[in-house]
Nanobody, 123 residues
Framework: QVQLVESGGGLVQTGDSLRLSCAAS????????MGWFRHAPGKERELVAR????????YYSDSVKGRFVISRDSAKNTVYLQMNSLNSEDTAVYYC????????????????WGQGTQVTVSS
């Protein structure tokens, strides 16, 4: 089991940037693809970015493509989400999650979650 702790959320203005961090501990972090999800009130949870276990491949939802960048530092067991050009539609609780299926970018079991960090973008 991977334990995950997110940080870096806060209150920002439209156009600002934030970098979220997700520190992982426990089982080998390097085997797991990692994802950043968000959940806004009244909306379904959305996968916004995903990165493979080796950091080679990334995926972004259309809503954040070109503005957000996911990365990982295996030496620090940490995955990051750099968020640029933020707008009110980005307001949500952001969660990181680990794919329980090791070494896979086609099968996903997102059953390891952090506690979430709130991002609020004011206009």
């Amino acid at each position: 089991q991977v334990q995950l702790v997110e940080s870096g959320g806060g209150l920002v203005q439209t156009g600002d940037s934030l970098r979220l961090s997700c520190a992982a501990s426990g089982r080998a972090f390097s085997r797991n693809s990692m994802g950043w999800f968000r959940h806004a009130p009244g909306k379904e949870r959305e996968l916004v970015a995903r990165i493979t276990w080796n950091g080679v491949n990334t995926y972004y939802s259309d809503s954040v493509k070109g503005r957000f960048v996911i990365s990982r530092d295996s030496a620090k067991n940490t995955v990051y989400l750099q968020m640029n050009s933020l707008n009110s539609e980005d307001t949500a609780v952001y969660y990181c999650a680990a794919n329980a299926v090791p070494f896979s970018d086609s099968r996903f079991q997102w059953n390891n979650w952090g506690q979430g960090t709130q991002v609020t973008v004011s206009s």
